[in-house]
């Protein structure tokens, strides 16, 4: 079994900065890229930035400048900070996890549970 956990989500006021972090636990044997979504009231879920296991990263356009992920192989974690927060922002946000587990080649893509950003105006 596979867990990813977030925490770090909250309510904020524009401008602000909060860091969201996404642990993955479990018979885990490599994790391929790990990346955030949000999903806002009445919207589709969206990408907001993906890191590889080599450290590449792309970023949605709407957050570029603004949002950094980050991503700490040991302790299989990956982060996401964010700053210059805005309205526009506010959103559930999702970790993913492209990995592999024990006695599988397979490499199938894990969700966390989804923490809540709220950005007051």
């Known amino acids: 079994q596979v867990q990813l956990v977030e925490s770090g989500g909250g309510l904020v006021q524009a401008g602000g900065s909060l860091r969201l972090s996404c642990a993955a636990s479990g018979n885990i044997v490599s994790i391929n890229a790990m990346s955030w979504y949000r999903q806002g009231p009445g919207k589709q879920r969206e990408l907001v930035a993906t890191i590889t296991n080599d450290g590449r990263t792309n970023y949605a356009d709407s957050v570029k400048g603004r949002f950094t992920i980050s991503r700490d192989n040991a302790k299989n974690t990956v982060y996401l900070q964010m700053n210059s927060l805005k309205p526009e922002d506010t959103a559930v946000y999702y970790c993913?996890?492209?990995?592999?587990?024990?006695?599988?080649?397979?490499?199938?893509?894990?969700w966390g549970q989804g923490t809540q950003v709220t950005v007051s105006s």
């Open positions: 993913g996890a492209d990995l592999t587990v024990r006695y599988s080649t397979v490499i199938r893509r894990y």
